[in-house]
């Protein structure tokens, strides 16, 4: 089937055809991220295959469904960008790549935390100046630590395995308590114990309407002075400008992001010679004890394998008529979860 590959990047376009070599799929590789303006470029296309940042809004949906497009393949296992019920009354099918290496984002999860505690992306920035000092580098042992981990599907429960190794007690916090993590000698609490006991927080829940802006004002106010806030799940989990208030009141001693809530008009574009004009994030950028990644966390070598061979597999069961029920997005998570766009 032909389809339109939406926000390609060279990566993309390497892993993607490797993985096309059995499937032969007629795969259209455009740069331009999909939107109002740009939902054109899939004419004569049976499907679009798209990333996070692209956008599927009704708007969008309608315009690709008038060009006979009937199937939107995610290479993500987020959906926060499609709008599910524009889709489902269009008619058209949307499949993502559930899981495919929750490893991937644990490991960058905790690479995050123990770049903020040992200030390595400091350090790293002053040797190269040849300052050696060691002034205003000290951390702390993680070991003996409170962990809350909010979400502990399948990447919230490989951050508590690789931080029960560190030595490190863990708080959880699910609607569905997750066996694997139990045996970890996890404890689940409610939202505001484990914002109240915990050293370090991470993310790991999806957004939808009820997890929007989770992190809020009561929140950093619950939270323990200096504690640390790690984001690899969606930005929008956590309203920035209230994190900001709490940076700088020392409520929140450290912040570890590898999303933000406006991250469509910044990330996967080198944009080194324009000046930046979301002040928000220019603001987070300032403080010596914030570390921002740019949606990297996914970015592996076998996530990207995977994430490809499972996108291919989708598209060819889509035009066979038999769509797996594991992919669709529809279904997966109980109608209560209203998605964000
Ligand atoms: P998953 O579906 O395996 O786990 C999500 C967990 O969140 C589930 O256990 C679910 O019960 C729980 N949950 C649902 N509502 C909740 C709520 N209100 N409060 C707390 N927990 C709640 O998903 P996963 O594979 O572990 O992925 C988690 C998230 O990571 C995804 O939703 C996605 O947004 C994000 N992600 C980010 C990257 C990246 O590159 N930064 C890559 C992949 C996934």
């Known amino acids: 089937m032909k389809v339109a590959v939406f926000s390609s990047k060279s990566f993309d376009r390497e892993y993607l055809a490797a993985a096309n070599t059995a499937t032969r799929h007629d795969l259209l590789f455009l740069e331009a991220a999909l939107n109002e303006q740009t939902s054109r470029l899939a004419g004569g296309c049976l499907g679009v295959c798209v990333f996070v940042n692209d956008s599927l809004n009704r708007h969008v949906l309608k315009s690709l469904a008038g060009q006979g497009v009937r199937l939107v393949a995610l290479r993500c296992a987020g959906f926060s960008n499609v709008d599910l019920s524009a889709a489902d009354d269009l008619g058209m099918t949307v499949l993502r790549v559930p899981a495919y290496s929750p490893h991937a984002v644990a490991e960058h999860a905790v690479g995050l935390i123990l770049s903020l505690n040992r200030k390595l992306h400091r350090a790293y920035a002053r040797v190269r100046e040849h300052n050696f000092s060691l002034e205003g580098l000290m951390g702390f042992d993680l070991c003996g630590r409170t962990v809350g981990i909010v979400g502990t599907g399948r990447i919230g429960a490989v951050v508590g395995q690789i931080l029960t190794g560190f030595g490190c007690r863990i708080l959880a916090f699910d609607p569905v308590e997750n066996p ?10 409610s939202l505001d114990e484990l914002a109240r006991r915990s050293d370090i927080i991470t993310l790991h829940c999806p957004l939808m309407q009820q997890t929007r802006h989770l992190v809020d004002e009561p929140f950093v106010e ?8 790690i984001n690899t799940s969606r930005g929008a989990l ?5 994190v900001v208030e709490g940076l700088k009141s020392g409520r929140i001693g450290y912040l570890g992001i590898d999303v933000y809530e406006e991250e469509d008009a910044l990330f996967f574009r080198d944009l080194s010679d324009v000046v930046i004009q979301d002040d928000v994030f220019s603001r987070l950028q300032t403080f010596p004890n914030v570390l921002i990644t740019a949606h990297q966390a996914f970015f592996t070598r076998e996530a990207l394998s995977n994430i490809a061979e499972t996108t291919m597999q989708n598209m060819s069961v889509f035009e066979s008529g038999d ?10 998570f109980a109608p209560s979860s209203t998605v964000v766009g």
């Not at 769509?323 to 997966?332: D, F, M, Q």
């Open 222 to 229: 619950r939270m323990k002075p200096g504690a640390m806030l």
């Open 323 to 332: 769509v797996p029920g594991a992919h669709r997005v529809r279904g997966e």
């Open 238 to 242: 956590i309203d920035t400008k209230v």
């Open 180 to 189: 694997d993590v139990l045996s970890l000698g996890a404890e689940y609490v």
